[in-house]
């Protein structure tokens, strides 16, 4: 149960959302209009955790229209058993293929298929799909507009948690910098953090903005300041990193709740006397001093915020352009793609498990096509989590609605106050625990079929039945095709070290001819190799959830990252002490031409499978100009070109 996921204002409004089209519906006499509504009142309800301001109502209103013309096709096409089967099929693929244009059109192409699967379920002429399709757009719409009222009275509150979970981070990266090593802190939580400035506040002025940005700035200068700390020997004192560490967690704690951070002077006091007590660490802890004070100012400007006129900064969509998505969807239709194959064994699964439905006459057989989309991933993990979770919850959830509607009664006034408790439920925790979500809505679903007119008893049955189905397809096509992850583990770490090799020639680069520096360019570098990391980190996640496989073997993965998160401890001190503007090193030219050529050889490695690597001298250059270098210059490049030699060496065995 991860309760750090818990939505309750979210879940809230959500559930407003689906209560507006169910009373509109109840009021009309219209049933079509509670259950239709209803759909795309739940499902577009969770693409608002989606995305912050603008990004997160583009999805919103993405999903209601593909789902609009998806209710539309599958509504028509449920007429022929041939013609469902084609939908279904053709609606599977491109979901899966959408997968490639990221966890926005992702959502919206699951969204779409589902609807088009129950559609099926439910057939009607070209006016009756119509009508479906705009009762469930206006669903959709409605949960829409819900957010987009919200804006003027809740502001800046996706600012405020994204960078307080940055600076948590940080906090729990310095408390740990004593018994740490050479080690860079976590990507994940930078790497999944944009911009402020990308999706701003709808009703915030630019200067508001940009008191978040400054905090997101200065929040990656202390990184590197912290990671510059970590390779210093001897190891700070426990004492300082403690000091570190509260200092960072107050400034997370005074964002998070729009406050001025409290002043503790023992804590400054003991960072201070750090910086006269470790000669070789003065200028890196007067550094982190200087970015910690600033931070502390800048973390009370959003508590009163500034009033001051300014032009508002340009939005950026979540969803890529047109064109662009285009282009990324046709680069991925190749068996080459994992995203294709997904999308082949996606497709045909469902295809089978359609087909099955119609020739056996399962009743509510959409059900077991629905599950089999949820269910079968990419990945082996989330797959057999997923369908073991989902198949436990449903059975649970049907029984106790079942056992609900016996005890309070099947008044429609109950049903639906029933139904909607389950669907609060539902983005209560749907991020906490899939298992206790697919109860919960296992529970919306078997009591809107209850509400159109399917007996509770036979409703939650039908849903029992096609999970169990569904998912034990799902699991058992996933073990006859599988995708696994220790095939494609290799490329990903070779765009991790490709990533590495851009930022260590630009970085160094800098050091030749400071007058040269393009900061942007360097930032731009040390941003994509940090998302790199954390894509590589992600997939050794995946290979270790695997059943142990030949090609890659996870202990050597583990290994490999451990040697990777040396390499950007020692980028991220270089970075760090850019910041100083050291003098010209030309002595450097040298040593980056074989830093470049070892990690192309190791990247090339990794993707080849090869078991030779030829390195280039770089411990001899190294030695022959670190006589020409600053002290911590010369401590981050001898772990740099440590991390890469032993990389090279674990390369050449991971085959």
């Known amino acids: 149960m991860n309760w750090s996921q818990f939505e309750g204002l979210a879940a809230i409004r959500c559930t407003a959302g689906v209560a507006i089209v169910l009373a509109a519906g109840l009021l009309l006499g219209q049933p079509a209009v509670s259950a239709f509504g209803a759909v795309g009142a739940v499902s577009v309800g969770f693409g608002s955790f989606q995305g912050a301001y603008r990004s997160r109502a583009a999805v919103m209103l993405w999903a209601a229209a593909g789902m609009a013309l998806s209710i539309y096709v599958g509504s028509i096409a449920g007429g022929s058993h041939a013609a469902s089967i084609a939908t279904a099929t053709l609606a599977a693929f491109l979901s899966g293929l959408v997968v490639a244009l990221g966890p926005s059109a992702s959502f919206v192409g699951l969204q779409c298929v589902v609807a088009v699967l129950i559609a099926t379920g439910f057939p009607a002429d070209a006016h009756g799909a119509l009508v479906r399709g705009a009762i469930v757009f206006g669903g959709g719409l409605v949960q829409t507009l819900l957010v987009v009222m919200i804006w003027p009275l809740r502001r800046f509150t996706a600012e405020r948690q994204t960078i307080a979970a940055v600076y948590r981070s940080l906090a729990a990266y310095a408390a740990q910098l004593p018994s740490a090593g050479a080690t860079a802190p976590e990507p994940h939580t930078l790497a999944g953090t944009a911009s402020p400035t990308h999706d701003p506040q709808p009703f ?47 400034i997370a704690e005074a964002v998070d709740i729009g406050r001025a951070p409290a002043v503790d002077d023992t804590r400054w006091q003991i960072l201070e006397a750090a910086a006269q007590a470790h000669p070789a660490a003065r200028g890196r802890v007067e550094a982190l001093l200087g970015q910690l004070r600033a931070a502390f100012r800048l973390a009370a400007t959003p508590a009163t915020a500034p009033a001051v006129p300014a032009r508002r900064a340009r939005p950026v969509p979540a969803l890529p352009p047109i064109r662009d998505g285009l282009m990324t969807l046709w680069a991925n239709l190749s068996l080459e793609s994992s995203v294709c194959r997904h999308g082949l064994r996606l497709a045909a699964t469902l295809a089978l ?293 032993t990389s090279a060496a674990l390369a050449a065995r991971a085959r």
């Open 204 to 250: 915030a002025r630019a200067a508001e903005v940009l008191v978040f940005q400054a905090l997101l700035d200065e929040a990656e200068r202390i990184r590197e300041s912290l990671t510059a700390l970590a390779i210093v020997s001897p190891p700070l004192p426990e004492r300082v990193a403690t000091s570190a560490s509260a200092l960072l967690a107050e």
């Open 353 to 645: 498990a359609t087909a099955a439905s119609h020739a056996f006459a399962i009743p509510r057989g959409y059900w077991a096509s629905i599950t089999v989309l949820l269910v079968l991933k990419p990945e082996f993990g989330e797959t057999y989590v997923r369908g073991v979770g989902r198949i436990a919850g449903t059975l649970a959830g049907a029984g106790i609605v079942v056992a609900l509607v016996a005890m309070l009664g099947s008044h429609p006034a109950v049903v639906t106050s029933l139904l909607l408790a389950f669907v609060f439920s539902s983005y209560l925790l749907f991020r906490v625990n899939y298992a206790v979500f697919t109860l919960c809505i296992t529970g919306y679903v078997v009591l809107l079929l209850y509400l159109a007119g399917v007996p509770g008893t036979m409703a939650a049955e039908y849903r029992a039945l096609n999970t169990v189905i569904g998912g034990a397809l799902a699991l058992i096509v996933y073990r006859l095709w599988p995708t696994w992850e220790a095939g494609r583990v290799g490329d990903v770490f070779a765009l991790l070290v490709d990533a590495f090799a851009r930022d260590v020639a630009l970085m160094l680069d800098a050091y030749i001819d400071p007058s040269g520096w393009n900061r942007g360019a360097l930032d731009a570098a040390r941003t994509a190799a940090r998302l790199d990391r954390s894509n590589a980190e992600a997939s050794v996640l995946r290979l270790l959830a695997e059943p142990r496989r030949e090609r890659f073997e996870p202990q050597l993965a583990s290994s490999l990252v451990a040697a990777f998160r040396r390499f950007a401890a020692g980028g991220l001190a270089l970075h760090a002490d850019l910041q100083q503007r050291p003098s010209a090193v030309p002595q450097l030219a040298e040593l980056r031409d074989q830093l470049t050529a070892a990690l192309a050889e190791v990247a090339a490695t990794l993707r080849s499978g090869s078991t030779v690597v030829t390195l280039p001298p770089m411990r001899e250059t190294f030695l022959r100009i670190r006589e020409h270098l600053p002290p911590a210059v010369a401590d981050a490049l001898d772990l740099v070109i440590d991390s890469v030699e």
